[in-house]
């Protein structure tokens, strides 16, 4: 009986003729013109509107008068003067003006009946424009975090869910990125909410290649979940790889869980696929990093180089320039080493792993060139290797790694004694080259003594 009285109080414009086709054109209040109508509601929605102002719903009977009449004579637009008005702009406005008078009352019936207003005002914009009048893709937005804002609503997570649904139809990349992940992870725990396993798996893989970490490590938490053992998740993808054999992203799971039940061979053959089937910068570099993982790096070292070639981004530059690095000084090849380990620092100054690895560079250098005859000339690379261990441990991320080889070469450099025997004076420059052993010659770098 109350929301009978209510939708009376609410007028013509109810929630029941909101949801028809046709709704009947009232006449216009006062007999007024449609701009003038148009004027004073854009005059009362300014005034009203005004935030932190103390409202009562009588403040808003002109307001709701001349909204009802334009959203019902005129749904689509209206013309004032020479400018052309979108309908939908005064739907929004609406729709705000229910959801304000939704704050005043504090019969939870009452109030319930506003949102509900709101919330049929949604649907009929949905319904009313076509895609191409409005911004369809906003719209449904909107309308998904008013009904999860706003409790009281029937329904309102079934609601939202169907809405979000659309939208990942619609624009997979742009939902799942959307306000860092939360409407894909709201979508992933809806669906498992309602023990509907398989159309969750089917979403997070599908919604995996747009979403950031904490989203990818929300999808991996409902996967175990949903799976006691890897062995069971390995046997669901390959049920679904059984479907569609050239499901990249399926096969890139698989790789994952190979590796990590200890099964080389199809790992290694998974590998192979993707990368016969795509040889882009991902399989390419994959390819590279299991190569490697075999001690095979003249293998890893042709499809890092080939992977530099697949990629413009600086993060995946960065990356396998260091992956290089890495496998140069692997072979003994320290010039080339560096070379990439400089790259890597030249992408990304601020980063400490290229500093690191051009430290154990010079000091592989030094056990190469030396052997065991550790020389006081020796001893003048690892005042330059500390050089790099300090540019290094300003990277947070590295400072630990740092602080296990600080020690050893520190011991490792020049003694006073060594000092006071070859004349080197405490803070003046010394050069590593061939004037201290010509093995040195390509490093041609300045440090001080220390």
């Not at 008068?65 to 609406?94: C, N, S």
């Not at 019936?109 to 949905?126: C, F, G, N």
Request: proline share 4%; hydrophobic share 40%; charged share 25%.
């Amino acid at each position: 009986m109350k929301t009978t009285v209510l939708l009376l109080m609410l007028g013509v414009f109810g929630v029941q003729s909101i949801q028809a086709q046709t709704p009947p054109v009232p006449e216009a209040p006062y007999g007024l013109g449609a701009a003038e109508v148009y004027g004073i509601f854009q005059s009362e929605y300014t005034n009203i509107m005004r935030p932190n102002t103390k409202k009562t719903l009588e403040d808003f009977d002109l307001l709701l008068m001349y909204g009802r009449w334009l959203i019902i004579a005129h749904p689509k637009t209206l013309t004032v003067g020479r400018q052309e008005i979108k309908g939908d702009r005064t739907f929004d406005r609406m729709i705000n003006v229910y959801t304000e008078m939704a704050k005043i009352p504090a019969d939870p019936i009452l109030k319930s009946a506003y949102l509900d207003t709101a919330a049929a005002l949604y649907d009929r914009v949905l319904i009313l424009f076509t895609a191409e009048e409005i911004d369809e893709f906003k719209w449904r937005y909107d309308y998904g975090r008013f009904l999860l804002g706003n409790s009281e609503l029937s329904n309102g997570q079934v609601r939202a869910f169907d809405q979000y649904m659309i939208l990942f139809g619609k624009n997979p990349e742009k939902l799942t990125k959307d306000a860092d992940g939360f409407y894909a992870q709201f979508i992933a725990n809806y669906l498992v909410s309602e023990n509907r396993n398989d159309d969750v798996l089917a979403f997070m893989d599908q919604a995996q290649p747009f979403a950031d970490a904490p989203t990818i490590e929300v999808f991996n938490s409902i996967r175990d979940r949903l799976f006691r053992n890897p062995e069971d998740r390995i046997v669901f993808l390959e049920s679904l790889l059984a479907k569609d054999a050239g499901n990249l992203e399926v096969m890139g799971q698989l790789y994952d869980l190979y590796l990590r039940v200890g099964n080389r061979d199809k790992s290694k053959s998974t590998a192979e696929a993707m990368y016969a089937a795509a040889p882009n910068f991902a399989n390419t570099r994959r390819m590279g990093l299991m190569a490697s993982g075999n001690a095979n790096y003249r293998d890893a070292i042709r499809y890092m180089e080939d992977a530099l070639t697949k990629t413009t981004d600086n993060n995946d530059l960065k990356l396998v320039s260091m992956d290089l690095a890495n496998l140069f000084r692997n072979i003994d090849n320290l010039q080339r080493a560096r070379e990439y380990a400089r790259r890597a620092n030249a992408i990304d100054p601020a980063w400490g792993e290229p500093y690191l690895s051009i430290a154990q560079v010079y000091a592989q250098a030094v056990t190469d060139c030396a052997g065991g005859q550790l020389t006081r000339n020796d001893k003048v690379v690892y005042w330059l290797i500390l050089d790099y261990l300090d540019k290094a441990r300003a990277d947070q991320s590295v400072r630990n790694s740092v602080e296990r080889y600080y020690g050893q070469y520190e011991r490792s450099a020049p003694t006073v004694e060594d000092k006071f025997y070859q004349n080197w004076t405490t803070g003046s420059s010394i050069r590593v080259d061939r004037s201290i052993r010509e093995c040195y010659a390509w490093i041609n770098e300045t440090t001080r003594v220390r």
